[in-house]
């Protein structure tokens, strides 16, 4: 009787290429946290250290917006973990099978 292997259902699909962003979230995070911490008496300091601030603020928020978007880039990210979980077993399956291959083929004399 002869043994039929079913192929795993992942298409090969080429994975969109992605630039690496550099994000440095904390500093900013620091300097904010920072501003608020001093606290002037004077009112023309206090509204200058809330305008630098704000725009410390607005940074930020550049900063976790470029992330998020680079973030939905990302190949696969529409699925559930358990989902990944399964097309990542798959994919595993789908090597050693090759592997298999390979090492059947390099054994056989031509």
């Known amino acids: 009787m002869d043994v039929v292997e079913t192929k795993p259902q ?9 630039q690496p962003v550099e994000i440095e979230i904390l500093p900013v995070v620091y300097d ?3 501003s608020v ?7 023309t300091a206090k509204q200058k250290e809330s305008a630098e601030c704000s725009q410390k603020v607005l940074e930020l928020q550049r900063t976790l917006e470029t992330a998020r978007a680079t973030i939905r880039k ?3 990210i529409e699925y559930s973990k358990e ?3 399964r097309r990542l077993e798959s994919l595993r399956k789908q ?5 298999q291959l390979i090492k059947k083929y390099k054994n056989v004399q031509f």
């Open 83 to 85: 989902e990944q979980l």
């Open 37 to 43: 911490e001093k606290d002037p008496i004077d009112n």
């Open 32 to 34: 904010i946290i920072r």
């Open 74 to 76: 990302l190949h696969g």
């Open 95 to 99: 090597l050693a099978l090759k592997q």
């Open 10 to 18: 992942i298409a090969n699909i080429p994975e969109p290429k992605i």
